[in-house]
T-cell receptor
Framework: ETGVTQTPRHLVMGMTNKKSLKCEQHLGHNAMYWYKQSAKKPLELMFVYSLEERVENNSVPSRFSPECPNSSHLFLHLHTLQPEDSALYLC??????????????FGSGTRLTVV | AQSVTQPDIHITVSEGASLELRCNYSYGATPYLFWYVQSPGQGLQLLLKYFSGDTLVQGIKGFEAEFKRSQSSFNLRKPSVHWSDAAEYFCAVTGGATNKLIFGTGTLLAVQP
């Protein structure tokens, strides 16, 4: 149990489908993140939410739409994805500043396959 | 620009041998440095971190890392590797004004019996 829970663990979707990834934390953290991890590529920071407000969007295509309804939950809504979007999507949370004992806490990820 | 370099993509060591994974960073301000480990299909687990003070930091699972400002390095070490240490290891850096972590590309560790 890492403290950050991601569902589903695996997802296969067609290019015309709409699906959502969910992330939940009850660590009292106020910042949450979405990362994309593709084979043979560095971890890519997609979105940053601080106090439920999006503070960073790293040129992510509009087919990825994040939502942070409260400080404990983060969603990533997916629609009309491409095969190259297949990857492991990792959620993380942290206190507002990283000067704390534990830094980021990561979930186990959602393995997404776009067919 | 802020960056982290892990020059070794793959490393293979024998069980019981010592291990050193290299990490070099580029950061304009005082860096905060982290090592994470990722087992297959899993998220990243924090091994250890450096914020300030003693430049040799101890982490979980018998790992340690040494911060060398003059070399801009934060290498991870373990005196005796176990088969269960086979995983991918990521070095990361951030700074005081931001909580955005910059990751290296990772080093995949294989352990031979």
């Amino acid at each position: 149990e890492t403290g950050v829970t991601q569902t589903p663990r695996h997802l296969v979707m067609g290019m015309t489908n709409k699906k959502s990834l969910k992330c939940e934390q009850h660590l009292g953290h106020n910042a949450m993140y979405w990362y994309k991890q593709s084979a043979k590529k560095p971890l890519e920071l997609m979105f940053v939410y601080s106090l439920e407000e999006r503070v960073e969007n790293n040129s992510v295509p509009s087919r990825f739409s994040p939502e942070c309804p409260n400080s404990s939950h983060l969603f990533l809504h997916l629609h009309t994805l491409q095969p190259e979007d297949s990857a492991l999507y990792l959620c993380a949370s942290s206190p507002l500043r990283v000067e704390t004992p534990y830094g980021y806490t990561f979930g186990s990820g959602t393995r997404l396959t776009v067919v | 620009a802020q960056s982290v370099t892990q020059p070794d993509i793959h490393i293979t060591v024998s069980e019981g041998a010592s291990l050193e994974l290299r990490c070099n960073y580029s950061y304009g301000a005082t860096p905060y440095l982290f090592w994470y480990v990722q087992s297959p299909g899993q998220g990243l687990q924090l091994l250890l971190k450096y914020f300030s003070g003693d430049t040799l930091v101890q982490g979980i699972k018998g790992f340690e890392a040494e911060f060398k400002r003059s070399q801009s390095s934060f290498n991870l070490r373990k005196p005796s590797v176990h088969w269960s240490d086979a995983a991918e290891y990521f070095c990361a850096v951030t700074g005081g004004a931001t909580n955005k972590l910059i990751f290296g590309t990772g080093t995949l560790l294989a352990v031979q019996p």
